[in-house]
């Protein structure tokens, strides 16, 4: 992460404190299983990882929201899509309007191949939060580790664990 991310990410937090902790606690963590698509579902990660490994005013500041958001994201990689739809949300699927022509869309969009644009840089988001966790666990000794130990639940613990072995990665 660059000085210019941490600082934007910093200021984010500083100067919408109460909103941001409303927006992580309200929509981010409850919502972030309804990310659909690989390549949506990894930047969400990398975003989330970098907030959570990266951004010292969030652990400071916002550091009950800390490890829920951390479930949240193992949640991302291991859980299967939230597709439920809310009452209050209907939508028309465009396959039931008169006049869709199903084999003219599918011509229009074939092709179109999905762009990562972490792909040179993160190959792997699972690793990335492991390396991030390690960062983060070597500014802060002890802390880090026993915060995730005592307060983050057991199958994402173990789910967890996995990461931090596949990266060869352990926190002290």
């Known amino acids: 992460m660059t000085m210019k991310d941490s600082y934007l990410m910093g200021s984010m937090v500083e100067h919408f404190e109460p909103l941001f902790g409303n927006f992580?606690?309200?929509?981010?963590?409850?919502?972030?299983?309804?990310?659909?698509?690989t390549t949506e579902q990894k930047i969400c990660a990398v975003g989330i990882t970098k907030l959570?490994?990266?951004?010292?005013?969030?652990?400071?500041?916002?550091?009950?929201f800390w490890v829920p958001l951390l479930q949240a994201l193992i949640g991302l990689f291991e859980l299967p899509e939230d597709d439920t739809i809310p009452d209050d949300e209907h939508?028309?699927?465009?396959?039931?309007?008169?006049?869709?022509?199903?084999?003219?869309?599918?011509?229009?969009?074939?092709g179109k191949?999905?762009?990562?644009?972490?792909?040179?840089t993160i190959p792997d988001a699972?690793?990335?939060l492991a390396q991030s966790l390690q960062k983060l666990s070597a500014?802060?000794?002890?802390?880090?580790?026993?915060?995730?130990?005592?307060?983050?639940?057991?199958?994402?613990?173990?789910?967890?664990?996995?990461?931090?072995?596949g990266a060869g990665i352990t926190l002290g």
């Open 24 to 37: 992580v606690e309200k929509f981010l963590i409850p919502d972030v299983q309804k990310v659909s698509g």
């Open 52 to 64: 959570l490994g990266d951004c010292p005013k969030f652990l400071e500041t916002y550091s009950k």
């Open 91 to 110: 939508f028309i699927e465009i396959e039931d309007t008169p006049g869709y022509q199903t084999a003219y869309s599918q011509l229009a969009y074939a």
């Open 113 to 120: 191949k999905e762009r990562d644009p972490f792909s040179d």
């Open 126 to 128: 699972k690793i990335f």
């Open 139 to 165: 500014a802060h000794p002890g802390e880090i580790n026993t915060k995730i130990k005592s307060e983050l639940h057991a199958d994402a613990l173990g789910f967890l664990q996995k990461y931090l072995q």
